[in-house]
Protein backbone atom coordinates (compact mmCIF):
# COMPACT_ATOMS: atom_id res chain seq x y z
CA UNK A 1 0.00 0.00 0.00
CA UNK A 2 2.65 2.63 0.70
CA UNK A 3 4.36 2.25 -2.61
CA UNK A 4 0.47 2.68 -4.46
CA UNK A 5 -0.49 5.71 -2.41
CA UNK A 6 3.42 7.31 -3.32
CA UNK A 7 3.10 6.18 -7.14
CA UNK A 8 -1.04 7.94 -6.89
CA UNK A 9 0.45 10.89 -5.11
CA UNK A 10 3.60 11.29 -7.41
CA UNK A 11 0.54 11.25 -10.57
CA UNK A 12 -1.22 13.67 -8.61
CA UNK A 13 1.30 16.13 -7.92
CA UNK A 14 2.23 15.72 -11.89
CA UNK A 15 -1.39 16.75 -12.85
CA UNK A 16 -1.46 19.58 -10.31
CA UNK A 17 1.59 21.18 -12.49
CA UNK A 18 -0.07 20.98 -15.17
CA UNK A 19 -3.39 22.36 -13.82
CA UNK A 20 -1.19 25.34 -12.38
CA UNK A 21 1.29 25.99 -15.13
CA UNK A 22 -1.37 26.01 -18.09
CA UNK A 23 -4.96 27.94 -18.90
CA UNK A 24 -6.72 24.43 -18.80
CA UNK A 25 -10.58 25.30 -19.72
CA UNK A 26 -12.01 21.66 -20.01
CA UNK A 27 -10.37 17.99 -19.51
CA UNK A 28 -11.65 15.06 -21.75
CA UNK A 29 -10.67 11.75 -20.74
CA UNK A 30 -10.64 8.86 -22.40
CA UNK A 31 -9.95 5.67 -19.92
CA UNK A 32 -11.13 7.06 -16.28
CA UNK A 33 -10.49 3.29 -15.12
CA UNK A 34 -6.87 4.42 -15.24
CA UNK A 35 -5.55 6.33 -12.33
CA UNK A 36 -3.58 8.13 -15.03
CA UNK A 37 -5.86 9.91 -16.93
CA UNK A 38 -8.35 9.37 -14.18
CA UNK A 39 -6.78 12.18 -11.69
CA UNK A 40 -6.85 15.16 -14.25
CA UNK A 41 -10.92 14.44 -14.38
CA UNK A 42 -11.37 14.54 -10.86
CA UNK A 43 -8.98 17.05 -10.49
CA UNK A 44 -10.92 19.46 -12.98
CA UNK A 45 -14.42 18.79 -11.41
CA UNK A 46 -12.87 19.35 -7.66
CA UNK A 47 -12.15 23.12 -9.98
CA UNK A 48 -15.49 23.44 -11.21
CA UNK A 49 -13.78 23.16 -14.71
CA UNK A 50 -16.08 20.54 -17.20
CA UNK A 51 -14.83 17.06 -16.67
CA UNK A 52 -15.93 14.90 -19.81
CA UNK A 53 -15.66 11.25 -20.19
CA UNK A 54 -15.50 8.85 -22.63
CA UNK A 55 -13.94 5.74 -23.59
CA UNK A 56 -11.72 4.46 -26.63
CA UNK A 57 -13.29 0.89 -27.08
CA UNK A 58 -16.77 0.18 -28.06
CA UNK A 59 -18.27 -0.71 -24.28
CA UNK A 60 -16.33 -0.75 -20.88
CA UNK A 61 -18.09 -3.24 -18.50
CA UNK A 62 -15.92 -2.01 -15.44
CA UNK A 63 -18.30 0.70 -15.04
CA UNK A 64 -20.56 -1.95 -13.63
CA UNK A 65 -18.25 -1.64 -10.25
CA UNK A 66 -17.32 1.95 -10.50
CA UNK A 67 -19.61 5.09 -11.18
CA UNK A 68 -18.28 7.94 -13.86
CA UNK A 69 -16.54 10.94 -12.10
CA UNK A 70 -17.24 13.62 -15.36
CA UNK A 71 -20.34 15.79 -15.49
CA UNK A 72 -20.97 14.46 -18.74
CA UNK A 73 -20.21 10.87 -20.09
CA UNK A 74 -19.88 10.70 -24.56
CA UNK A 75 -21.43 7.41 -25.95
CA UNK A 76 -20.81 6.93 -29.61
CA UNK A 77 -24.04 5.46 -30.26
CA UNK A 78 -28.01 4.18 -28.62
CA UNK A 79 -25.92 0.65 -28.25
CA UNK A 80 -23.43 1.86 -26.15
CA UNK A 81 -25.88 4.48 -24.17
CA UNK A 82 -27.87 1.58 -23.71
CA UNK A 83 -25.30 -0.59 -22.38
CA UNK A 84 -23.85 2.54 -20.07
CA UNK A 85 -27.49 3.43 -18.75
CA UNK A 86 -27.82 -0.29 -17.72
CA UNK A 87 -24.46 -0.10 -15.61
CA UNK A 88 -25.96 2.21 -13.58
CA UNK A 89 -24.66 5.96 -15.56
CA UNK A 90 -27.75 7.96 -14.74
CA UNK A 91 -29.85 8.95 -18.58
CA UNK A 92 -29.22 12.94 -17.82
CA UNK A 93 -25.01 12.46 -17.71
CA UNK A 94 -25.06 10.39 -20.93
CA UNK A 95 -24.54 12.24 -24.08
CA UNK A 96 -24.31 11.12 -27.63
CA UNK A 97 -20.95 12.33 -29.36
CA UNK A 98 -19.40 9.83 -31.78
CA UNK A 99 -16.25 11.79 -33.95
CA UNK A 100 -17.22 11.78 -37.57
CA UNK A 101 -17.68 9.00 -39.26
CA UNK A 102 -14.03 8.45 -40.98
CA UNK A 103 -13.57 7.27 -44.17
CA UNK A 104 -12.52 3.84 -42.98
CA UNK A 105 -15.64 2.33 -42.36
CA UNK A 106 -16.75 2.72 -46.21
CA UNK A 107 -15.62 -0.81 -47.49
CA UNK A 108 -14.62 -0.81 -51.05
CA UNK A 109 -16.57 -3.31 -52.71
CA UNK A 110 -13.95 -3.98 -55.63
CA UNK A 111 -11.60 -5.39 -52.86
CA UNK A 112 -11.57 -9.48 -53.35
CA UNK A 113 -12.69 -10.77 -49.83
CA UNK A 114 -10.09 -13.57 -49.45
CA UNK A 115 -9.80 -13.90 -45.79
CA UNK A 116 -11.77 -15.16 -42.56
CA UNK A 117 -10.72 -13.31 -39.20
CA UNK A 118 -10.49 -14.50 -35.96
CA UNK A 119 -10.68 -11.65 -33.98
CA UNK A 120 -8.24 -13.02 -30.74
CA UNK A 121 -8.28 -11.29 -27.09
CA UNK A 122 -5.46 -11.68 -24.23
CA UNK A 123 -7.65 -14.22 -22.44
CA UNK A 124 -5.56 -15.09 -20.06
CA UNK A 125 -6.05 -11.84 -17.99
CA UNK A 126 -9.37 -12.58 -16.73
CA UNK A 127 -8.81 -16.73 -16.45
CA UNK A 128 -9.41 -17.73 -20.22
CA UNK A 129 -7.21 -20.47 -21.89
CA UNK A 130 -6.83 -19.08 -25.10
CA UNK A 131 -4.95 -22.97 -26.00
CA UNK A 132 -8.67 -24.84 -25.14
CA UNK A 133 -10.14 -21.80 -27.55
CA UNK A 134 -8.10 -22.20 -30.32
CA UNK A 135 -8.44 -26.10 -30.01
CA UNK A 136 -11.98 -25.61 -30.68
CA UNK A 137 -12.72 -22.94 -33.19
CA UNK A 138 -9.24 -22.55 -35.69
CA UNK A 139 -9.58 -26.11 -36.79
CA UNK A 140 -13.15 -25.73 -38.47
CA UNK A 141 -12.40 -22.39 -39.71
CA UNK A 142 -9.20 -23.59 -41.42
CA UNK A 143 -11.26 -25.77 -43.12
CA UNK A 144 -13.99 -23.73 -44.24
CA UNK A 145 -10.78 -21.45 -45.70
CA UNK A 146 -9.72 -24.70 -47.42
CA UNK A 147 -12.88 -25.43 -49.03
CA UNK A 148 -13.40 -22.05 -50.20
CA UNK A 149 -9.98 -21.16 -51.30
CA UNK A 150 -9.35 -18.69 -48.46
CA UNK A 151 -7.15 -17.33 -45.72
CA UNK A 152 -7.10 -17.78 -41.97
CA UNK A 153 -6.06 -14.37 -40.10
CA UNK A 154 -5.34 -14.73 -36.93
CA UNK A 155 -5.73 -11.22 -35.49
CA UNK A 156 -3.62 -10.17 -32.65
CA UNK A 157 -4.85 -7.77 -29.77
CA UNK A 158 -2.22 -5.17 -29.08
CA UNK A 159 -1.61 -7.29 -25.53
CA UNK A 160 -0.64 -10.35 -27.07
CA UNK A 161 2.45 -12.27 -27.84
CA UNK A 162 2.78 -12.64 -31.77
CA UNK A 163 4.99 -15.30 -31.69
CA UNK A 164 3.65 -17.11 -28.65
CA UNK A 165 -0.01 -17.05 -29.93
CA UNK A 166 1.57 -18.00 -33.46
CA UNK A 167 3.26 -21.32 -32.07
CA UNK A 168 -0.66 -21.92 -29.82
CA UNK A 169 -2.45 -21.85 -33.37
CA UNK A 170 -0.46 -24.10 -35.06
CA UNK A 171 -0.44 -26.78 -32.18
CA UNK A 172 -3.87 -27.20 -32.85
CA UNK A 173 -3.49 -27.35 -37.01
CA UNK A 174 -2.67 -29.81 -38.70
CA UNK A 175 0.14 -29.64 -41.40
CA UNK A 176 -2.16 -28.62 -44.28
CA UNK A 177 -4.35 -25.91 -42.44
CA UNK A 178 -1.13 -24.28 -40.61
CA UNK A 179 -0.35 -23.44 -44.86
CA UNK A 180 -3.65 -21.11 -44.87
CA UNK A 181 -2.78 -19.10 -41.70
CA UNK A 182 -1.70 -15.82 -41.48
CA UNK A 183 -1.39 -14.44 -37.68
CA UNK A 184 -1.27 -10.39 -37.82
CA UNK A 185 -0.77 -7.88 -34.89
CA UNK A 186 -0.72 -4.45 -34.42
CA UNK A 187 -3.62 -2.01 -34.86
CA UNK A 188 -6.68 -2.73 -36.64
CA UNK A 189 -6.37 -1.82 -40.45
CA UNK A 190 -9.18 -1.05 -43.13
CA UNK A 191 -7.19 -2.74 -45.62
CA UNK A 192 -7.63 -6.09 -43.97
CA UNK A 193 -11.36 -5.33 -43.07
CA UNK A 194 -11.61 -5.16 -46.77
CA UNK A 195 -10.36 -8.36 -46.90
CA UNK A 196 -12.62 -10.34 -44.76
CA UNK A 197 -15.31 -12.62 -45.89
CA UNK A 198 -16.59 -12.72 -42.42
CA UNK A 199 -15.05 -12.53 -38.94
CA UNK A 200 -15.39 -14.91 -35.84
CA UNK A 201 -14.41 -13.80 -32.50
CA UNK A 202 -15.79 -14.41 -28.78
CA UNK A 203 -16.66 -11.41 -27.33
CA UNK A 204 -13.57 -8.90 -29.02
CA UNK A 205 -15.55 -5.15 -29.85
CA UNK A 206 -13.81 -5.82 -32.73
CA UNK A 207 -17.79 -6.91 -33.70
CA UNK A 208 -17.99 -3.14 -34.32
CA UNK A 209 -15.61 -2.31 -36.64
CA UNK A 210 -17.18 -5.12 -38.45
CA UNK A 211 -20.62 -3.54 -38.36
CA UNK A 212 -19.35 -0.39 -39.30
CA UNK A 213 -17.38 -1.79 -42.53
CA UNK A 214 -20.50 -4.19 -43.54
CA UNK A 215 -18.87 -7.51 -42.38
CA UNK A 216 -20.62 -10.27 -40.85
CA UNK A 217 -18.70 -11.05 -37.90
CA UNK A 218 -20.13 -13.98 -35.08
CA UNK A 219 -19.78 -14.62 -32.02
CA UNK A 220 -18.19 -17.85 -30.06
CA UNK A 221 -21.23 -17.61 -27.28
CA UNK A 222 -20.39 -20.77 -25.96
CA UNK A 223 -17.28 -19.92 -24.30
CA UNK A 224 -17.87 -16.18 -23.27
CA UNK A 225 -16.40 -16.20 -20.08
CA UNK A 226 -15.98 -12.39 -18.84
CA UNK A 227 -19.93 -11.69 -17.58
CA UNK A 228 -18.92 -8.34 -19.50
CA UNK A 229 -22.03 -8.65 -21.23
CA UNK A 230 -21.35 -7.13 -24.36
CA UNK A 231 -21.47 -10.02 -26.58
CA UNK A 232 -25.37 -9.91 -25.69
CA UNK A 233 -24.98 -6.06 -26.26
CA UNK A 234 -23.96 -6.35 -29.78
CA UNK A 235 -26.47 -9.42 -30.47
CA UNK A 236 -28.86 -7.15 -29.26
CA UNK A 237 -28.47 -4.62 -31.57
CA UNK A 238 -27.41 -7.05 -34.44
CA UNK A 239 -23.77 -6.11 -34.43
CA UNK A 240 -23.23 -9.69 -34.56
CA UNK A 241 -24.74 -13.36 -35.05
CA UNK A 242 -24.80 -15.73 -32.18
CA UNK A 243 -22.86 -19.34 -32.50
CA UNK A 244 -23.90 -21.84 -29.95
CA UNK A 245 -21.48 -24.40 -30.35
CA UNK A 246 -18.32 -25.13 -32.24
CA UNK A 247 -20.17 -27.35 -34.83
CA UNK A 248 -21.97 -24.36 -36.17
CA UNK A 249 -18.97 -23.04 -37.33
CA UNK A 250 -19.41 -25.07 -40.47
CA UNK A 251 -23.01 -23.20 -41.22
CA UNK A 252 -21.77 -20.53 -41.64
CA UNK A 253 -21.22 -19.99 -45.51
CA UNK A 254 -25.10 -20.55 -45.45
CA UNK A 255 -25.51 -18.07 -42.51
CA UNK A 256 -24.00 -15.23 -44.58
CA UNK A 257 -27.19 -15.63 -47.11
CA UNK A 258 -29.32 -14.53 -44.47
CA UNK A 259 -27.12 -11.43 -43.14
CA UNK A 260 -29.02 -8.07 -42.96
CA UNK A 261 -27.09 -4.92 -42.32
CA UNK A 262 -27.29 -3.24 -39.02
CA UNK A 263 -28.22 0.64 -38.39
CA UNK A 264 -24.81 2.04 -38.71
CA UNK A 265 -26.27 4.66 -36.56
CA UNK A 266 -26.43 2.49 -33.34
CA UNK A 267 -22.70 2.48 -32.79
CA UNK A 268 -22.12 5.90 -34.18
CA UNK A 269 -23.66 8.89 -34.20
CA UNK A 270 -21.14 11.97 -34.59
CA UNK A 271 -21.88 14.94 -32.10
CA UNK A 272 -22.71 18.44 -33.54
CA UNK A 273 -20.15 20.69 -33.46
CA UNK A 274 -21.80 23.36 -31.60
CA UNK A 275 -22.88 21.08 -29.01
CA UNK A 276 -19.23 19.50 -28.49
CA UNK A 277 -18.39 22.93 -27.48
CA UNK A 278 -21.02 23.85 -25.46
CA UNK A 279 -20.20 20.48 -22.87
CA UNK A 280 -16.44 21.67 -23.37
CA UNK A 281 -16.88 25.51 -22.48
CA UNK A 282 -19.65 24.23 -19.95
CA UNK A 283 -22.72 26.10 -21.07
CA UNK A 284 -24.38 23.05 -21.84
CA UNK A 285 -27.89 22.08 -20.77
CA UNK A 286 -28.09 18.55 -19.26
CA UNK A 287 -31.41 16.53 -18.73
CA UNK A 288 -33.06 17.48 -21.41
CA UNK A 289 -34.43 14.21 -22.45
CA UNK A 290 -35.27 13.50 -19.34
CA UNK A 291 -37.67 16.45 -18.15
CA UNK A 292 -35.32 17.84 -16.42
CA UNK A 293 -33.08 21.20 -17.10
CA UNK A 294 -30.28 22.55 -15.04
CA UNK A 295 -27.14 24.11 -15.83
CA UNK A 296 -24.05 21.61 -15.60
CA UNK A 297 -22.09 24.49 -13.96
CA UNK A 298 -23.20 27.25 -11.64
Avoid at 25 to 38: G, H, K, P, Q, S
Avoid at 164 to 176: F, P, Q
Avoid at 280 to 298: D, F, H, P, Y
Amino acid sequence: MPAILQEGLCIREAWAQVFASNPICAVLCADEMNWNTRIPLLLARSRGIPAIACHHGALDFRYSFRETSADHFLVKGRMERDYMHSRGVPEHQIETGAPPAPQQFRRRPSVQRDAIIFFSEPYEAFGGRARSFYREILPPLAELARQHGKKLILKLHPYESRRERRRMAEGVLSSTQRGLLRVLDGHLQQNLLNRAWFGVTITSTAAVDCALSDIPIFLCRWLDFTYSGYSDQFMKFGAAQKLSAAEEIRDIPHLLASYSRPNLSDFSEPVERDRLRELLSGTAISGVETGKVERLWA
